[in-house]
Structure formats: structure tokens, C-alpha cells
């Protein structure tokens, strides 16, 4: 069952403006992940932020992690045409290596 | 990370068949999962297929409707038999890597007619 919760559901911004998104998840998790998909193809994953981590960077990409309130966010700076796609967030619900997805966020940035 | 391939990419089906969709990994992998992403939808997760033993469901699957086999740490396969129109999604498998990543393949997108 699906364990996460995006908003926005869409996101529509400039080139160059700053982008983020934000998961909520209903359990306790070890760890939390950011994947993207374009349009009709496979997840290529981002990021992975652990329970004990607040905060990691990859790149353009800053993820930040709110265990007490069980959220993340996804931070894009500086966004370019190329990163149009949807964005999910997953959560290994703390029971095993299964992963629940979130409902995702359609990120379109406009050149 | 791991490199996923699977098998067709897309097809597209009358109701009332069946079809397989292979997966294939270029390592060994002790854990191999399935999903289905409906249309516009986020991915749900089917099954876990370990090597060796019965694949565990989530709720809502059933494994008359999805068998799943696991010979080896390299393949598995998923079958979405006796296809309806609501069958009609994208079906990914994905591994767990060393590193608690879990890494995807391209999907198969299934149209059923």
C-alpha cells in the first residue's frame, strides 16, 4: 500500500527558479528515498536520506529529513528544461526491504 | 548499482490472456520486487520475490492472478494472467542494492484490449 503523500501534486515553474516538494508518511522508517521519472519510463533514484540524517546534498538536490514530523522535502536549485518529470518519494515503512511509494509531484520547468 | 533489464518493454493484449514479463539483472541479488504504476498513477508495490521460496504478496494481490517465479539470483519473471482492461499498467521490477538502494528497471508498459 502506497505509505507517502506528495504536494504539490503539480509544480510548474521558470528555468533557473528553485523547485521543492514535499513527502509526508504515516510510519517510522530507516530510510527515505527521492526518485524521478520521466515520461513513461523507469525510476532513476536521486538520493537516500537515512532516519538519523536531517539533511544531504547531491549535487543541484537538497533533501531534508523531518523524522518527528515525518516529512521530507526535495529541493531543486537553479532548475533547467531537462528536469521536467516526476518526482516520488519512498519509504521502507521500517519493517523490511520494502519500499511504498508517495503519490508523486509532476514537476514541469519552463525554458 | 545494478543494471535491469526486462522483457518486452511493451505489449499490448487481448483479455482473457496472459502474459509473462521477464526480469533480468546483470548480478546476483538476493531480493527482487514488482510493481504496477497505473496510468497518471504512483507505483504500487505486488511482491517480493526472494530466491528459493514463495514470493510474499501485498494486499490486494494475489498470486493466482500474478505468479511469479524465481529461479536464480538473476531473473525473475511476472505473469498478469487472465487480463482485463484495468490490468493495463506499467509493471517494473526493481532490486534492493548494498547500499539500501533499491534500483529499477525500464517497465513494460501493457495495454489490454
Known amino acids: 500500500s502506497q505509505q507517502g503523500e506528495e504536494d504539490p501534486q503539480a509544480l510548474s515553474i521558470q528555468e533557473g527558479e528553485n523547485a521543492t516538494m514535499n513527502c509526508s508518511y504515516k510510519?517510522?522508517?530507516?530510510?527515505l528515498q527521492w526518485y524521478r521519472q520521466n515520461s513513461g519510463r523507469g525510476l532513476v533514484h536521486l538520493i537516500l536520506?537515512?532516519?538519523?540524517?536531517r539533511e544531504k546534498h547531491s549535487g543541484r538536490l537538497r533533501v531534508t529529513l523531518d523524522t518527528s514530523k515525518k516529512s521530507s522535502s526535495l529541493l531543486i536549485t537553479a532548475s533547467r528544461a531537462a528536469d521536467t518529470a516526476s518526482y516520488f518519494c519512498a519509504t521502507d515503512a521500517n519493517t523490511g526491504n520494502q519500499f511504498y511509494f508517495g503519490t508523486g509531484t509532476s514537476l514541469t520547468v519552463i525554458p | 548499482s545494478a543494471v535491469i533489464s526486462q522483457k518486452p518493454s511493451r505489449d499490448i493484449c487481448q483479455r482473457g490472456t496472459s502474459l509473462t514479463i521477464q526480469c533480468q539483472v546483470d548480478s546476483q541479488v538476493t531480493m527482487m520486487f514488482w510493481y504496477r504504476q497505473q496510468p497518471g498513477q504512483s507505483l504500487t508495490l505486488i511482491a517480493t520475490a526472494n530466491q528459493g521460496s514463495e514470493a510474499t504478496y501485498e494486499s490486494g494481490f494475489v498470486i493466482d492472478k500474478f505468479p511469479i517465479s524465481r529461479p536464480n539470483l538473476t531473473f525473475s519473471t511476472l505473469t498478469v494472467s487472465n487480463m482485463s482492461p484495468e490490468d493495463s499498467s506499467i509493471y517494473l521490477c526493481?532490486?534492493?542494492?548494498?547500499?539500501?538502494?533499491?534500483?529499477f528497471g525500464p517497465g513494460t508498459r501493457l495495454t489490454v484490449l
Open positions: 510510519t517510522s522508517i530507516n530510510n
Open positions: 526493481s532490486v534492493l542494492g548494498g547500499t539500501d538502494t533499491q534500483y
Open positions: 536520506i537515512r532516519s538519523n540524517e
